[in-house]
């Protein structure tokens, strides 16, 4: 069973976010970029199904600028054993991601395809959804355990109050969450063989999709600065602020 991989490049998660001067975005020059998290996560999990002989092939995905490159390498550093770079410097909305990785199923036929919950980046958490309805397949979104066998996937999904298991046919998508796994490091030597697998280009134009945005952002504004607290002096004072002037009690 082949899966199919989807890997975002976005903002390294320990950078803190500044937002442009235009209030335009967020500001990308000279940030830190990494693989979204829980698409480490979702890789990881493609290579346990490899390892359990249950997977025989995995593709990672990734859309975007040329340096995706750079998070495919660690994808298949990882343990993806091919890449696929679909390349575009077009900003990509979640609609987008979803056509242009129907068109990759339609080309490669996975069993199983395996996406991050959300993207750190933009939180969309709306690319694996619009996926499995474009690709009309079956779909289990925030999973934390993945069983596959006779065709089918058992799955475990993080609900409000519990978990939820559902079964479903293959091939299906599955979105990751973060009690999925914990993703291997990445050694040197797996860095190096990593260099030498085949990495794909394709453009949006080869596959028939038309990326163009949907979505217009108005405006990006930091969130308001936090003012500082005060000191009181006793229980009383504070009694008295909370009720006149905080108004709580
Ligand atoms: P989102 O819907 O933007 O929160 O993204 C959910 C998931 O879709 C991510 O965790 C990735 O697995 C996948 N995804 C979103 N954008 C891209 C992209 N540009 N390239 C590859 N995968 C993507």
Redesign the pocket.
């Known amino acids: 069973m082949k899966v199919l991989v989807?890997?975002?490049r976005v903002v390294d998660y320990n950078v803190k976010v500044r937002v442009k001067t235009d209030n335009t975005g967020v500001d990308t020059a000279n940030v830190k970029m990494s693989m979204?998290p829980?698409?480490e996560i979702?890789i990881e999990e493609a290579v346990r199904l490899k390892e359990k002989g249950v997977a025989t092939e995995i593709i990672a995905?990734?859309?975007?600028v040329t340096q995706c490159q750079e998070t495919l390498r660690t994808a298949m550093a990882i343990g993806a054993d091919r890449a696929i770079l679909v390349e575009t410097a077009e900003e990509?909305q979640?609609l987008a991601?979803a056509k242009l990785l129907k068109a990759l199923l339609d080309k490669e036929q996975p069993g199983l395809i395996i996406?991050?919950?959300?993207?750190i980046d933009?939180?969309?958490?709306?690319?694996?959804q619009m996926l499995a309805a474009l690709a009309d397949l079956p779909q289990v979104a925030f999973a934390s355990k993945i069983d596959v066998a006779d065709g089918k996937a058992t799955v475990s999904r993080e609900i409000d109050g519990g978990l939820e298991t559902l079964s479903v046919s293959l091939p299906a998508v599955v979105t990751a969450d973060l009690r999925l796994n914990e993703p291997r490091y990445v050694t040197l030597p797996n860095i190096m063989k990593a260099k030498k697998k085949p990495l794909d280009t394709l453009k949006p134009e080869d596959l028939g999709v038309d990326v163009s945005p949907r979505i217009k952002t108005l405006k990006v504004n930091e969130p308001p600065k936090r003012s500082a607290g005060i000191k009181v002096p006793d229980v009383a004072t504070l009694v008295a602020k909370l009720k006149t002037e905080a108004k709580v009690i």
């Open positions: 989807a890997v975002k979204n829980f698409d979702a995905v990734s859309c975007g990509l979640p991601v996406l991050g919950k959300q993207a933009d939180d969309c958490n709306q690319t694996g």
